[in-house]
């Protein structure tokens, strides 16, 4: 898995470099394709509950699974990027937040601000620890800084599978819910907006929005829990 999280990082970090005005989010997906396949990889969420791309690709107020499709990128865009892919058996999973070209001040806040929370729940990924220690921390986090947290969508376990338990919620009670132990392996991946944080169907049938319209950030990591403190995967 850590082998799978290092060529997942370096593929996402490839794709950031392409991702600027004009290029269309289906050109994205097929280079990352490309890339996953390069790496004797696979794509984990092409053909995942009907999902047609390996990547996605969700654009302002579109938060997370939203379609690759012929939409140009522009300047001022909100680009989140979100990819897994299986190696030797096993799931990684990894999501970005991209200003392409110059944004507001405020925009920055948002990407900044929801970086930062997964920073500092990833410190919470301690043996003995509780999943509510890693939902609180962000939550506090984000909703200090006038955001909102997405309490629909959540984290989760992985290893053979994309998506396994624990559910891991960015939102929670200190020392609430099951307890960390070694060997667990979890995606957190805090969801924040703008203004309100209910969701929508998205207008491609597949992705989530914001009710509001209002814009969106989403950061993941893939982290194995150890003795010594977290360990992330996808760096």
């Given amino acids: 898995m850590a082998e799978g999280g290092r060529i997942l990082a370096s593929i996402i970090k490839e794709i950031e470099k392409q991702a600027v005005p004009g290029i269309t989010t289906k050109e994205l997906d097929r280079a990352a394709e490309a890339l996953i396949l390069k790496h004797g990889a696979k794509p984990s969420f092409k053909g995942y509950d009907g999902f047609p791309y390996s990547l996605c690709t969700s654009v302002n107020e579109n938060i ?43 925009t920055k806040r948002l990407i900044n601000v929801t970086k930062k929370s997964l920073r500092l729940a990833i410190k919470k990924v301690k043996i003995g620890n509780t999943i509510g220690d890693i939902g609180n921390t962000i939550q ?38 099951p307890e960390l132990a070694e060997g667990m392996v979890i995606c957190i991946e805090p969801m924040v907006t703008m203004g309100d944080w209910h969701l929508r169907k998205a207008d491609d049938g597949y992705g989530y929005a914001t009710k509001d319209n209002s814009l969106t950030a989403h950061f993941e990591h893939t982290i194995v829990v150890i003795k010594s403190g977290p360990l992330v995967l996808t760096e």
């Fill in 140 to 177: 506090r986090c984000v909703e200090d800084q006038g955001f909102g947290v997405v309490k629909d969508l959540c984290g989760h376990g992985i290893g053979k599978n994309v998506h396994e338990d624990p559910k891991i919620p960015n939102f929670g009670k200190r020392r609430a819910g």
């Fill in 64 to 106: 997370v699974h939203g379609l690759p499709s012929d939409y140009a990128l522009k300047n001022g865009d909100l680009l989140k990027l979100d990819l897994g892919i299986l190696y030797k058996g096993y799931n990684t999973d990894m999501a970005v937040t991209l200003a392409v070209g110059e944004v507001s001040f405020e």
